[in-house]
């Protein structure tokens, strides 16, 4: 069975600075790796997601990831937050066998302070 | 505008009654999914359908039944049987049911037990 751990339920950071959100799987067979962004009190929206060949990924609005197959992880990050990051960050995978079913993480919640 | 649009977005339900959430997209997609989201758990998937007139249970599909009698609708009942269903609820679309794809959300629906 697969699982997804995001490492920090809460991540503070002020505006202008770096900011990396950590997240790590577990699974017994090759993956695909996502992370979406959810504004308050609205739907999902996709960041970035990996499925194959370069391990860094660039997403939307300046983030990043980088799969890192030995330690089963996916962090996120960004050189330079704006307050209008803000917002909760939930990182998934789906197995390559199956079907499209996605294990979501518990979300990180990213408070970007002026 | 091509989406997914989910109806109500707030909705209020008494114990023991049955309560249908609407989702139609118009993305001409092939699978569809309902999830349920509650504080600090993610997101569970509760029925996922890959092609009109077929649809699986989830991880959480207890109290929940589903139809998919057209390709760009997907109604959720929540029914008494479900013992807490106080929750966010996101629709899903995906272009195929292929592994890898996108799954483009609705903006949700969130149901209140009183």
């Known amino acids: 069975a697969q699982s997804v751990t995001q490492l920090d339920s809460q991540v503070p950071v002020f505006e202008e600075a770096p900011v990396e959100l950590r997240c790590n799987y577990s699974?017994?067979?090759?993956?695909?790796l996502f992370w979406y962004v959810q504004y308050p009190n609205q739907g999902l929206q996709l960041l970035l997601k990996?499925?194959?060949?370069?391990?860094l990924v660039k997403g939307i609005n300046g983030f990043e990831a980088e799969f890192n197959k030995s330690q089963t992880s996916f962090h996120l990050r960004k050189p330079s937050v704006h307050i209008s990051d803000t917002a909760e960050y939930f990182c998934?995978?789906?197995?390559?066998?199956?079907?499209?079913?996605?294990?979501f993480g518990a979300g990180t919640r990213l408070a970007v302070h002026p | 505008d091509g989406g997914i649009t989910q109806s109500p977005k707030y909705l209020f339900r008494k114990e023991g009654q049955n309560v249908t959430l609407s989702c139609e997209q118009n993305?001409?997609?092939?699978?569809m999914y309902w999830y349920r989201q509650d504080p600090g758990q993610g997101l569970r998937l509760i029925y996922y359908?890959?092609?009109?007139?077929?649809?699986q249970k989830g991880d959480i599909a207890e109290g929940y039944s589903v139809s998919r009698e057209k390709k760009e609708s997907f109604p959720l009942t929540v029914t008494s049987a479900q013992k807490n269903p106080t929750a966010f609820y996101l629709c899903a679309s995906t272009p195929t049911s292929g592994k890898g794809d996108t799954q483009y959300f609705g903006p949700g629906t969130r149901l209140t037990v009183l």
């Open positions: 990996y499925l194959s060949g370069s391990t």
């Open positions: 359908s890959q092609i009109v007139n077929d649809f």
């Open positions: 998934a995978v789906s197995d390559r066998g199956g079907y499209n079913k996605l294990i």
């Open positions: 993305l001409n997609h092939d699978a």
């Open positions: 699974s017994s067979v090759s993956v695909y």
